[in-house]
């Protein structure tokens, strides 16, 4: 059964319990009953230690490797994160024109190491990420790579690409969250891919420089991404033979997190499975593999932290309404999925009870856990949701007009607000009332 009490140290993630009786829950050196005093909540909360080490952990595992980090902004899109990664030599992956503008407003330098995914890039977002001296465009179609030379031909440029390649493999993880199936949206199948990269060989504007694959998020098994890098290579090999040599394998992110206490992993042991079978795949490529990781370098690092509101019961269930709701953090919604929550104050002498606990937006679906076992919580306490650094912010919304959560970054014993709480007057500054 899971202890119903959180142990003082949450593993892999630097959230523990600290102060004399190690009851008041800190992130890295900072409380965060601290943090949502002089911030107030629902407050996103990130430690910057745990991005770097993850970053690092990355790195020694490729270390021998030709590679490059190319962080998915689309995970966690604040604009000092970027920069704090970019500090770290890390480049970006992005899928929009708003993300490419973050990119350059967090470091201009890292503009160079962008690359550009997606399936429905527009014309205005290929001529500015051309203007931006991108790494390279990576192609989802035909009609994609026509589009990107003609863009490229009215700039007089020629346009570094790869092409997505959907390898039609399985990986098992949310099907919302799954992409390497022929089912899905994205990429170009492999036998198509071939006729495309000969197209891109002859044309005066294009550049073909690489190739990619991303076959999905939170796979938390290492084989897949094995056996996609390897079709991946023939191909390279194939075209290598037909004198198309491409510099940049890009493997894609994926890499997923435990997210459940009760069941741990240890990140490193994962990320060392995942390096392993990308190695082998990779066999003798003389190129620079590219990485780009989203929930694995930012997910743990980050929790949102919510006030608990009421208590409420309804026959023979206990709700606790806290005042973060879905429009916060959609994951559970989303994706059915699992976020530990933890009291910001632990007592060992607090009672088991069977929750939901819920948010006060004015849906069914608006829940962060359904009969958890939690330790006694009542009005007034506070809340820590673990694992919220990716996908949390980034898909957070205004519904129910609700002004969007406020974001802090924790380095050693330092808080930064790194993202306002939202005002009314942000809320409405869009909109134009009707004369
Ligand atoms: C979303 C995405 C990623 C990052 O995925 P994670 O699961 O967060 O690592 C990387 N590459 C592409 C193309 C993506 O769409």
Known sequence: MNPVIPA??????????????????????????????VYGTPLYVYSATAIRERVQMFNEAFAGVRHALCYSIKANSNLSILRLLAGMGVGFDIVSGGELERARRAAKKSLRRIVFSGVGKTAAEMDAALAADILMFNVESAAEMELLEARARHLRQRAPMA???????????????????????????????????RRAARSKHLLPVGISVHIGSQIQNAAPFGQALQRVRELVADLAAEGIRLQYIDAGGGLGISYKLEEPFDPSTLLERYAHAMRSALGDFDGELLLEPGRFLIAQAGALVAQVLYV?????????????????????ALYQAHHAIVPLR??????????????????????????????????????????????????????????????????????????????????LAAEMLLR
């Open 8 to 37: 003082r140290k949450i593993p892999a993630r630097n959230f523990q319990y600290r102060g004399k009786q190690e009851t008041d829950l800190a992130c890295e050196g900072v409380s965060l009953a601290r943090l949502a005093r």
């Open 163 to 197: 092409l997505r390649v959907n390898p039609d493999v399985f990986a098992e993880t949310h099907p919302y969250i799954s992409t390497g199936l022929h089912e899905h949206k994205f990429g170009v199948a492999m036998a198509e891919a071939r006729a495309l990269y």
């Open 312 to 332: 409420k019961k309804n026959g023979s269930k206990t709700f606790v309404v806290t005042d973060a709701g879905m429009n916060d953090l959609i994951r559970p």
């Open 346 to 427: 632990r007592n060992p002498k607090n009672q088991a009870t069977v929750v939901d606990v819920v948010g006060p937006v004015c849906e069914s679906g608006d829940f962060f856990a359904r009969d958890r076992a939690m330790p006694e919580l009542v009005a007034g306490d506070g809340v820590a949701i673990l694992d919220a650094g990716a996908y949390g912010m980034s898909l957070s919304s205004n519904y129910n007009s609700r002004p969007r959560a406020a974001e802090v970054l924790v380095d050693g014993s330092r808080h930064t607000l790194i993202r306002r709480r939202e005002t009314m007057r942000d809320l």
